[in-house]
């Protein structure tokens, strides 16, 4: 081999060990950036899996209220007819203590 083939053999091995290097550099690059985005999965449906949590409690509570509505308003309507009742009795009474 002449000094010129020994000089781009030179070349050409000095340009693999730089390719090689990139292809190592990228790998790291590629498995940090996997890393991250399994990191940022996992972020995500643990607040997702929070958000339906919160949803549930939500949906719990206002069936819930909705229950007490329910009652509070049943108990006005007996109210309103035990009222209604009184007043015909004081009306019937008042009546007969007319006559």
């Known amino acids: 081999m002449n000094n010129g083939e020994n ?6 091995e000095t340009l693999a060990e730089k390719i090689l290097e990139g292809l190592a550099e990228t790998r790291l690059r590629t498995d940090s950036n996997a890393r991250s985005i399994e990191a940022l999965t996992n972020e995500g449906r643990i607040a997702r899996n ?11 509570a206002q069936a819930t209220f909705w229950e007490i509505q329910s009652d509070y308003y049943q108990h006005l309507e007996q109210i309103d007819e035990r ?15 007319a006559e």
């Open 7 to 12: 000089s781009r053999l030179d070349r050409l």
């Open 83 to 97: 009222q209604a009742r009184m007043i015909e009795l004081l009306n019937r009474l008042e009546q007969r203590l």
């Open 50 to 60: 929070r958000l339906y949590e919160a949803m549930t409690r939500l949906a719990a």
